[in-house]
């Protein structure tokens, strides 16, 4: 499994490709390891198949990436419902999920947000384990930066409620960061000073893609069927409930149609002739050339926007600030990307000679209230799971799991049901602007 985790983010879909041309399931473990090098590892069975798709299901997921995966495992594992296709227009994981810098906490300021991410912490703790899949969790701890007296009082206040919520947190001082992280620039007299920041112990960072495959690979396990290079085109509808989806190779039926597909979200939306309140941004980031370990813990700096944390290969993996327009274009942007190295250059004058590698950008669906949308709406049968905007990595567990629970049932998981499409019509908004830990 170390091979799949220290495999360079280049060449890792070429070699998963590889992987899926193959069939069967194997048990990982080292036994298994040892076993397969007696081989010299040319024998080990595919991770998942690649099946034809099926006429009908009882459940079509759309959008392979981590939420929809986790969403048809847990369908499968908890709820015995195993009729169930995930049709993906791309590659698994090559999404969002594939692109973001993988940041996991749950230290959110309002009791929905912090209990959902709380939920999801909890299962990433675990999830390893789960999925006989090593997805890297590195419980590292995550620092968001202060560096002015109102950072320091909404710190404050949040850590505050995320304690009355069980969820661990603390209030670092300046002497306490900077002995965290030696390399940060904490002189009174830098340009961002650092007055102080709070301290989640619990978050880190897991390897984004093996999320991807370690939840692909155990819903395939239990019969659920991974379609991939399968675009949705159309959603069709029959006495106001959902018949099935047209895809790029015809039509599939369906009792429930769930839509996962983050930033295309209105796209979807609007093959069912209905809208949602998201708008799509471009969200970019940029690794650089491996380092030796210098950097082991998260740092977020919201007032500047950026957040750094360095991978286990060592390329130090930075986070940058959304377009200031809506679009689909999964590319960097020189403007964004300078003002994302400005910051950590002042941040981190250390790294001032570091050379970056790459930068992408990934589609990011934002809601007015920066949270998510879960549950079903005004077609029967046909269900989204969107809007987690610029932070649902961290929700991927916690978010397939509530989702499935709510399609099991068809009605809200109680950790999804506050999140509901109603609260744009009701009022009963949960504002996590700003106090996310995030400028946007
Ligand atoms: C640069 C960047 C950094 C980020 N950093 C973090 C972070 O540090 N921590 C954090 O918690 N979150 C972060 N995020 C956000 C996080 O990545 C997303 O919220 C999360 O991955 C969404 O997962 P998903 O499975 O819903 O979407 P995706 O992974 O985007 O999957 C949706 C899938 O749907 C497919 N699709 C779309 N339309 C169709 C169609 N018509 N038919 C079939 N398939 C379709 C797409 O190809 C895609 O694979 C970041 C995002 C970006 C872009």
């Known amino acids: 499994m170390r091979i799949l985790g220290t495999l360079s983010y280049g060449s890792q879909w070429q070699f998963c490709d590889v992987l899926?041309?193959?069939?069967?399931?194997?048990?990982?473990?080292?036994?298994?390891?040892?076993?397969?090098?007696?081989?010299?590892?040319?024998?080990?069975?595919?991770?998942?198949?690649?099946p034809e798709p099926k006429r009908a299901y009882d459940v079509?997921?759309?959008?392979?990436?981590?939420?929809?995966?986790?969403?048809a495992y847990y369908l499968a594992k908890v709820h015995g419902i195993r009729d169930v296709a995930v049709l993906e227009k791309g590659y698994l994981g090559g999404g969002n999920t594939?692109?973001?810098?993988?940041?996991?906490?749950?230290?959110?300021?309002?009791?929905?947000?912090?209990?959902?991410?709380?939920?999801?912490?909890?299962?990433?703790?675990g999830l390893s384990r789960e999925l006989n899949f090593n997805v890297m969790f590195s419980p590292r701890g995550?620092?968001?930066?202060?560096?002015?007296l109102q950072d320091m009082r909404d710190i404050e206040r949040r850590v505050n409620a995320n304690r009355l919520n069980g969820i661990d947190g603390e209030v670092l001082s300046t002497a306490a960061v900077q002995e965290k992280v030696?390399?940060?620039?904490?002189?009174?007299?830098?340009?961002?000073?650092?007055?102080?920041?709070?301290?989640?112990?619990?978050?880190?960072?897991?390897?984004?893609?093996?999320?991807?495959?370690?939840?692909?690979r155990a819903a395939d396990a239990l019969g659920v069927d991974l379609i991939q290079?399968?675009?949705v085109t159309g959603i069709r509808r029959r006495d106001g409930a959902v018949a099935g989806v047209e895809t790029s190779r015809g039509f599939i039926g369906a009792q429930k149609v769930a839509c996962v597909v983050a930033g295309h979200s209105s796209v979807l939306a609007a093959m069912a002739g209905l809208r949602l309140p998201i708008e799509p941004r471009p969200l970019q980031a940029l690794v650089s050339e491996p380092l030796?370990?210098?950097?082991?813990?998260?740092?977020?700096?919201?007032?500047?926007?950026?957040?750094?944390?360095?991978?286990?290969?060592?390329?130090?993996?930075?986070?940058?600030?959304?377009?200031?327009?809506n679009g689909y274009g999964q590319r960097g942007s020189f403007h964004v990307v300078e003002q994302a190295l400005a910051a950590v250059c002042e941040l981190f004058p250390a790294f001032?000679?570091?050379?970056?590698?790459?930068?992408?950008?990934?589609?990011?669906?934002?809601?007015?209230?920066?949270?998510?949308?879960?549950?079903?709406?005004?077609?029967?049968?046909?269900?989204?799971?969107?809007?987690?905007?610029?932070?649902?990595?961290?929700?991927?567990?916690?978010?397939?799991?509530?989702f499935a629970d709510t399609l099991a049932h068809g009605r809200p998981h109680p950790l999804a049901a506050p999140f509901g499409i109603e609260r744009f019509y009701t009022g009963a908004l949960i504002d996590e602007h700003g106090a996310a830990g995030v400028a946007h």
């Open 20 to 50: 899926s041309q193959r069939s069967g399931m194997a048990k990982y473990s080292a036994f298994s390891l040892l076993k397969h090098a007696w081989r010299h590892h040319e024998r080990w069975p595919a991770v998942w198949r690649t």
């Open 60 to 71: 079509v997921i759309v959008g392979g990436g981590g939420h929809g995966l986790a969403t």
């Open 98 to 125: 594939g692109r973001n810098t993988t940041i996991v906490r749950s230290n959110y300021l309002r009791d929905e947000a912090a209990h959902l991410y709380e939920f999801s912490l909890k299962l990433w703790h």
């Open 142 to 148: 995550v620092l968001n930066l202060g560096h002015s």
């Open 182 to 216: 030696p390399l940060l620039n904490c002189s009174p007299c830098a340009r961002y000073p650092v007055l102080g920041a709070s301290w989640q112990p619990r978050g880190g960072v897991a390897r984004h893609d093996a999320v991807a495959w370690g939840f692909a």
């Open 229 to 231: 290079n399968t675009e």
């Open 292 to 325: 030796k370990p210098c950097l082991d813990t998260v740092v977020m700096s919201n007032a500047v926007h950026c957040y750094i944390s360095q991978s286990d290969k060592g390329d130090l993996v930075i986070g940058a600030g959304t377009d200031a327009y």
């Open 352 to 402: 001032s000679r570091v050379r970056m590698n790459r930068q992408w950008g990934g589609i990011v669906d934002v809601c007015p209230d920066a949270c998510p949308i879960i549950g079903g709406g005004e077609v029967r049968g046909l269900y989204f799971n969107c809007g987690w905007g610029t932070g649902g990595f961290k929700a991927t567990p916690g978010s397939g799991y509530v």
